[in-house]
């Protein structure tokens, strides 16, 4: 099946379709242009929308097959992969079916990398319904499980032929998956877009409070923000590793409190370490600093009184993937919306002392 046959790889943007109805938007879609769905989502997201979009397919005449997993990152896994494979095998599911994934960003990495390589690989369309999701996973084709020895190890691009943002599921979005997915879009304003920083300034923290102007900007700026960073370099060889802010420092974090701290915090973390990283390195401005500071705490995080101790923190940078060279590496800024480049590279590499300051700083300065 091809779907939209004239773009064999559309550039992402416009694959965005931002709309109120995204179960009758898909269902036009797919109409006519494949002959069954597989809809893939998890039983809480499932329970609450599943019925919705069935009965829109089957209104357009197709016969979804339904497939629930259990919430949560701990079942994005291979088994969890293979069991939605069978299911699918059992439905009579063939190259002329489409698999759409409904839910957030653990949908989308599970159900992505399912359509990458069933019968060599089928399209699929994402409806995101996490906050998280709509401004970041469901952008860049990236689909993946976990392995035993790490998060996100085992997986292919494939990207989606079409995303349908929708903002009415937010309502029924709890409270953590706001805050968590507001430090990826901090990242995009602090690494890309100074006026986008100006906007969050004014907005943040978001939450079912939040106007939906307001959360319709701040959605379609940091789609439009990730997007044109991956069409420049879908393979993270470079300027993709810009979206890498934060996380050196957080990846970090994240790993040695053993998962405790979730990611969104740990990103929030580590972009106040790496921001300091960058103002001790003589890039940053120290108002800019502050500023990014002052953010990531209207966003309401707070850096840990008793978080991992710093040794670890250290200890976990250094297995980190992105090293090259032997020495760690970081997306450091030049001024709010500018990262410091050296040559064709966006990530630098700092004296450990530097680091090490800053990482033994962290504890220190919570709330
Ligand atoms: N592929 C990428 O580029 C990319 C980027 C960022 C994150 N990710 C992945 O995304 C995952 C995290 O995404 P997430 O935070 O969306 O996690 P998630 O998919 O587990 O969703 C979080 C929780 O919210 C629930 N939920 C989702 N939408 C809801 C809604 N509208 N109403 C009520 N409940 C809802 C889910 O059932 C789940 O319990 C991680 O596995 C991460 O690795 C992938
Ligand atoms: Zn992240």
């Not at 699918?88 to 159900?111: E, H, N, P, S």
């Not at 009415?168 to 920083?197: M, S």
Request: aromatic share 6%; charged share 25%.
């Amino acid at each position: 099946m091809t779907l939209f046959p004239s773009h064999p790889q559309p550039p992402t943007l416009k694959t965005v379709v931002f709309c109120r109805n995204p179960f009758d938007r898909l269902a036009r879609l797919l109409k006519g242009r494949c002959r069954g769905v597989a809809v893939v989502s998890d039983r809480n997201v499932m329970g609450l929308y599943g019925g919705g979009l069935a009965s829109a397919l089957r209104r357009a005449g197709l016969q979804p097959l339904l497939l629930t997993f259990e919430p949560g990152d701990a079942h994005k896994t291979r088994r969890t992969k293979e069991l939605i494979e069978d299911a699918m095998v059992r439905g009579g599911a063939g190259r002329d079916w489409a698999v759409v994934a409904l839910g957030g960003g653990v949908t989308g990495d599970l159900a992505g990398f399912v359509a990458g390589t069933y019968m060599r690989g089928v399209e699929w369309l994402y409806v995101p319904t996490s906050l998280l999701a709509m401004v970041d996973a469901s952008i860049g084709g990236k689909t993946s499980v976990n392995a035993t020895g790490g998060k996100n190890l085992v997986g292919l691009f494939h990207r989606p032929r079409a995303v349908l943002v929708c903002t009415d599921f937010l309502r029924t979005l709890p409270g953590a998956g706001w805050r968590d997915a507001t430090a990826e879009i901090i990242k995009h304003a602090a690494a890309c877009d100074r006026r986008y920083f100006e906007l969050l300034e004014k907005v943040l923290p978001l939450g079912p409070g939040t106007g939906r102007d307001a959360l319709r900007k701040v959605i379609r700026r940091s789609v439009e923000i990730k997007a044109a960073v991956v069409d420049r370099d879908e393979r993270e060889l470079g300027p993709r590793s810009i979206l890498n802010f934060g996380h050196t420092v957080g990846h970090a974090v994240e790993a040695a409190s053993g998962y405790r701290i979730t990611h969104g915090r740990a990103v929030a973390i580590g972009m106040v370490a790496e921001a300091r990283i960058s103002a001790r390195a003589g890039l940053l401005p120290a108002g800019d600093c502050r500023r990014i500071e002052e953010l990531v705490r209207s966003a309401g995080f707070s850096l840990p009184r008793h978080g991992p101790p710093p040794r670890a923190i250290m200890r976990s940078m250094q297995a980190d993937k992105k090293r090259t060279g032997g020495a760690v590496r970081f997306v450091l800024l030049r001024s709010i919306g500018k990262p410091a480049a050296s040559g064709a590279s966006f990530t630098r590499s700092v004296p450990p002392a530097i680091v090490m300051d800053v990482v033994r700083g962290l504890a220190g300065t919570g709330r």
